[in-house]
């Protein structure tokens, strides 16, 4: 009667199937299009978005990313999750123990043997079973867990990658353009300092009046300091470039050599908002860290339930080390037991509430990095749109002002309008510097842009398939 019941019992177990919830990504409502979308060709290769840029040496830099201290972090935690992924796995089938042992014990004359008082030695050897059965799902929702736990560190080495990649490009970029920059002030400085050169020469001759050349002093002085500022900046970026490569600043640079800054890659489409769920990896991660908290609601939930065990144990057993091996020393056991936290429920329920806690948290991470995703693929649209407008009226102005600048050196040199050179040749410098900030500002906000959809729109990875049934909707 006892047998029939435990039977009943445990087939109920086995029909009510696993605790917890299955797992199901939820729906976040979002916008059929981005607001500030812009035009262009979808690329052939999507995965090659930085070659856009026309620039091998910036490439060649991205590929380093194995060497960068912060990705080299992030594949040490994968190396971790992975881990703890064959531990979880390990757990599900039986578990074997070899056992041995020697000892020499005296039993009491005093006692309910009546062999009692006897000093002997005691030899074992054998091994230990224990099989769990999961009959509740418990260990099936920790192996979910671990599946969706390992899933989300290798996207999270996929988003460490490309904020990697973002940095280093944005660097990189950033101190091309600084050279030129620098290039530019100085030469303006220079320039300016001829001028009032000239300017004095001629005061002193007479041709112009003092104020003249005293403005035209002034000038070159003001246009001088801004020197050590701009050629500082090439130096910070390198530095910084360095320290993302995790290189010396010299090699660098000699690597590196001096060239002129890629121009703007053209315009990408940045898709639907739909598709960052697919193409951003922090998004993948935080999707998988839901997946992995909503598993641990059924492992909590285990513990609710009784745990049932296969054990078992065989071996040799003697007094005697020269009998140890004769077939009279073998022992053997086997059969079922059952664990059941029976005065531990309060705690158990405890722990399944923060179980759901955490879920809750998960999930508004995953909305907050939908979210974040789409208001950078925005602002990145903008910075976009603005820098074309703003570099297109910078040369614009570059050009009016070299050509401005021509007229009045012309005319200088006939000896006529030193205050319009003057006048020109400051123009001319602040509308290089203007340019060159300008053309600055585009180059990296397409690195923003690229960031911001994804990278280089790589495919998400293969999701082990026992990780996608993990918990939102209860059974």
């Known amino acids: 009667m006892m047998l029939r019941s435990a039977t009943a019992v445990l087939a109920g177990l086995a029909l009510a199937g696993c605790v917890g919830k299955d797992y199901a990504r939820p729906e976040i409502a979002l916008t059929e299009r981005f607001a500030h979308e812009q035009a262009g060709d979808p690329l052939a290769d999507p995965a090659r978005a930085w070659e856009r840029f026309n620039d091998p040496a910036l490439v060649r830099l991205l590929a380093r990313s194995e060497g960068s201290l912060a990705v080299r972090e992030a594949l040490a935690r994968l190396d971790e999750a992975q881990a703890l992924r064959r531990q979880a796995t390990g757990s599900y089938g039986p578990q074997v123990d070899a056992v041995a042992g020697a000892e020499r014990q005296r039993t009491t004359a005093n006692g309910t043997n009546p062999q009692g008082g006897k000093t002997q030695n005691r030899l074992s050897t054998g091994f230990d079973l224990s099989w769990e059965i999961d009959l509740v799902g418990g260990l099936e929702r920790t192996r979910e867990a671990s599946d969706a736990f390992l899933a989300g560190s290798q996207e999270q080495v996929r988003a460490v990658r490309l904020i990697w990649q973002a940095e280093v490009a944005d660097a990189y970029l950033a101190w091309r353009h600084a050279q030129v920059k620098a290039t530019a002030i100085r030469a303006r400085a220079e320039t300016s300092a001829e001028s009032a050169r000239l300017a004095r020469s001629r005061a002193d001759l007479g041709a112009v009046d003092e104020a003249t050349a005293a403005r035209a002093e002034a000038q070159a002085a003001a246009l001088a300091a801004a020197v050590p500022q701009a050629e500082a900046q090439p130096r910070r970026d390198l530095q910084r470039l360095a320290l993302l490569l995790a290189t010396d600043t010299p ?193 990296r906000a397409h690195v923003a842009f690229i960031k911001a959809v994804g990278g280089g729109f790589q495919d998400p990875p293969a999701v082990p398939a026992r990780s996608a049934t993990a918990g939102v909707t209860r059974r």
């Open 251 to 443: 090699a660098l640079e000699r690597e590196l050599g001096r060239q002129a800054p890629p121009a703007p890659p053209a315009a990408l489409p940045p898709g639907l908002p739909s598709d960052l769920l697919r193409r951003r990896p922090d998004i993948r991660a935080a999707e998988r860290d839901l997946a992995y908290t909503t598993a641990r609601i059924g492992v909590a939930e285990s513990d609710l339930w009784p745990r049932f065990f296969i054990t078992g144990s065989a071996g040799l057993e003697s007094i005697e080390s020269k009998d140890l091996f004769d077939s009279g020393s073998r022992y053997w056991s086997f059969g079922p037991s059952l664990r059941w936290s029976i005065f531990s429920y309060g705690r158990v329920q405890a722990g399944v509430a923060a179980a759901e806690a955490q879920e809750r948290q998960a999930l508004v991470r995953y909305e907050r990095a939908v979210r974040t995703a789409i208001t950078e693929t925005e602002l990145a649209l903008v910075g976009i749109r603005a820098a074309i407008d703003a570099e297109r009226a910078a040369t614009a102005s570059l050009k009016a002002a070299e050509a401005a600048r021509a007229i009045a050196t012309a005319r200088s040199e006939a000896g006529f309008g030193w205050d319009t050179r003057l006048e020109a040749d400051l123009l001319w410098a602040g509308a290089v510097a203007t340019h060159a900030d300008t053309a600055a500002d585009l180059t």
